[in-house]
């Protein structure tokens, strides 16, 4: 491990229920982050997804690429991220290829396409034992508040 | 008579803030006559790096606000 969650909070603004990161496993340099989310059957939102069918809904995924991503942007920009700025998604281009299920651990590898001080665009893969099960093209802005 | 690359850059802008081509005139100014906001003005960096295969230094983006200003970048990188 990398970076633990106590970690992760001192960059992410997300707080639980709402952090789908773990822990990071890989930092190549400005480039790559290599996040895991231990997807946990405890989970709230496997009791409506779907109730007898726990399935990790595709938008979780989503999140978790997003939080990924703003971890490599806050590494390749640390003195815009020092100013606690908002992180908005702006679009999403995305692909969900296998369920994810109660107890996979979900391997959220980022990729720096461009990053700018107030825009970022990363290409980002989830895989769970060593299977992609989602690929997402993220354009997010970033706000000093 | 348009050049090839700015045919192409056309395409390419055209389809990122997804108007038509033939509006999109090499002097409209992406911000204030094409509603270009900073999300889709990254994303035409990020395509135009991709397809030249350079990398555009941040302090020269603001500098580009119309078609005909990135056709000029590309004669200034030497893009044919």
Redesign the interface.
């Known amino acids: 491990m990398v970076w633990d969650k106590e970690k992760i909070k001192s960059v992410l603004p997300h707080r639980e229920p709402f952090i789908f990161i773990d822990e990071i496993i890989e930092i190549h340099g400005t480039e790559k982050v290599v996040a895991v989310k231990e997807v946990n059957r405890a989970e709230d939102y496997f009791k409506g997804h779907f109730p007898g069918n726990p399935v990790m809904p595709g938008v979780l995924m989503i999140e978790a690429m997003a939080q990924a991503s703003i971890i490599l942007f806050v590494l390749d920009r640390p003195e815009i991220a020092a100013a606690d700025p908002d992180y908005y998604l702006?679009?999403v281009k995305a692909e969900f290829l296998a369920p994810v299920y109660p107890g996979d651990r979900l391997i959220v590898e980022t990729n720096k396409?461009?990053f700018?001080?107030?825009?970022?665009?990363t290409d980002v893969s989830a895989k769970v034992n060593d299977n992609v099960v989602a690929v997402a093209n993220l354009?997010?802005?970033i706000q000093r508040k | 008579m348009n050049s090839n690359v700015e045919n192409e850059l056309r395409k390419m802008v055209a389809e990122i803030i997804e108007v038509p081509e033939e509006k999109l005139s090499v002097e409209a100014d992406f911000f204030n006559d094409l509603n270009v906001d900073s999300l889709k003005a990254i994303e035409i960096v990020a395509a135009f790096e991709k397809k030249y295969r350079v990398v555009i230094p941040e302090k020269d983006i603001p500098t580009i606000r119309n078609l005909g200003q990135i056709v000029a970048y590309t004669k200034k990188l030497n893009i044919q």
Do not use: Q, R, T, W
């Open positions: 702006g679009k396409v461009k700018l001080d107030y825009a970022a665009i354009v997010f802005s």
